[in-house]
T-cell receptor, first 112, second 114 residues
Framework: AQRVTQPEKLLSVFKGAPVELKCNYS??????LFWYVQYSRQRLQLLLR??SRESIKGFTADLNKGETSFHLKKPFAQEEDSAMYYC??????????????FGTGTQLKVEL | KAGVTQTPRYLIKTRGQQVTLSCSPI?????VSWYQQTPGQGLQFLFE???????NKGNFPGRFSGRQFSNSRSEMNVSTLELGDSALYLC?????????????FGSGTQLSVL
């Protein structure tokens, strides 16, 4: 069964410092990977997905199949980046559909 | 465009009762999926519906069921409620049911079982 691991419950960085939120997955194949974010008092929303290879709000994520990782990175943290971040995996061979397996989330706190 | 709407926002029930939660997807979206969020287990997939058919089901007991109507609105039902069913239930919609779809989440229904 697939599994997503986010080893850090809380990550605290100073404004302007680089950010790396770790995500490792367990899946035998080529998964679809996502980062979702939940800002305070807002809905869970998509930040970026592997297939789009896009950069959103300065964040990027590279899929490393050898290390089975999909870490989220940003070179310079901003105060508005403070939020809960979830890594998620979708199984393209799981019979169709977009069932997501989520990690437990990492709370990012950007301090001034 | 209106977002995903979930009703009610809050529910308080007692053990043994049943509950029905409702989800209206974004207009034009045909896929609706449900997730349970708890502090201990995090976000767990319940099931997904596309064009009124259940496409995927998570590892939840048969007390959890759902359906989707022809207008894509969806309901989930939990029968014989247990204390452990207390959770935030999130609904998400997407245009299609392919694995790389962007999901749009609702605000959730907070269910408390006493």
């Amino acid at each position: 069964a697939q599994r997503v691991t986010q080893p850090e419950k809380l990550l605290s960085v100073f404004k302007g410092a680089p950010v790396e939120l770790k995500c490792n997955y367990s899946y035998s194949g080529s998964p679809e990977l996502f980062w979702y974010v939940q800002y305070s008092r807002q809905r869970l929303q998509l930040l970026l997905r592997h297939i789009s290879r896009e950069s959103i709000k300065g964040f990027t994520a590279d899929l490393n199949k050898g290390e089975t990782s999909f870490h989220l990175k940003k070179p310079f943290a901003q105060e508005e980046d403070s939020a809960m971040y979830y890594c998620a995996l979708s199984d393209p061979l799981g019979g169709g559909g977009n069932k997501l397996t989520f990690g437990t989330g990492t709370q990012l706190k950007v301090e001034l | 465009k209106a977002g995903v709407t979930q009703t009610p926002r809050y529910l308080i029930k007692t053990r043994g009762q049943q509950v029905t939660l409702s989800c209206s997807p974004i207009s034009g979206h045909r896929s609706v999926s449900w997730y349970q969020q708890t502090p201990g287990q995090g976000l767990q997939f319940l099931f997904e519906y596309f064009s009124e058919t259940q496409r995927n089901k998570g590892n939840f007991p048969g007390r959890f069921s759902g359906r989707q109507f022809s207008n894509s609105r969806s309901e989930m039902n939990v029968s014989t409620l247990e204390l452990g069913d207390s959770a935030l239930y999130l609904c998400a919609s997407s245009r299609w049911d392919t694995p790389n779809e962007k999901l749009f989440f609702g605000s959730g229904t907070q269910l408390s079982v006493l």
